[in-house]
Nanobody
């Protein structure tokens, strides 16, 4: 059974940085994906970034303009999302998700998650 444990988030001033972490478990094969999604108030949930552990590929939403970086912990099934130059539009609940599959993104389509985290609040405000 796939499971996800996420941590991080909080309140940060505009221009600041935060780091989120997510550890997944329950995989039965050595290829899987872990990614981050977010939901801003009054908006639909959207993909932010993801990591394909099979080949090390990373993907980002075009709207991020290079401000976020996803990386992995080589010793664990864990990823970190470094978020820099945060602004108010980054405010929302961030969800980690995982799935047993090879690629986390196909064109503009993000993977269908097999398990979700409980979500962590990120608030960017002065």
């Amino acid at each position: 059974q796939l499971q996800v444990v996420e941590s991080g988030g909080g309140l940060v001033q505009p221009g600041g940085s935060l780091i989120l972490s997510c550890e997944a478990s329950g995989f039965t094969r050595d290829y899987y994906v872990i990614g981050w999604f977010r939901q801003a108030p009054g908006k639909e949930r959207e993909g932010v970034s993801c990591y394909s552990f099979g080949d090390g590929r990373t993907h980002y939403a075009d709207s991020l303009k290079g401000r976020f970086t996803i990386s992995r912990d080589n010793a664990k099934n864990k990823v970190y999302l470094q978020m820099d130059s945060l602004d108010s539009e980054d405010t929302g609940v961030y969800y980690c998700a995982t799935q047993q599959m090879e690629l986390c993104r196909y064109g503009d389509t993000w993977f269908n998650a097999g398990a979700w985290g409980q979500g962590t609040q990120v608030t960017v405000s002065s």
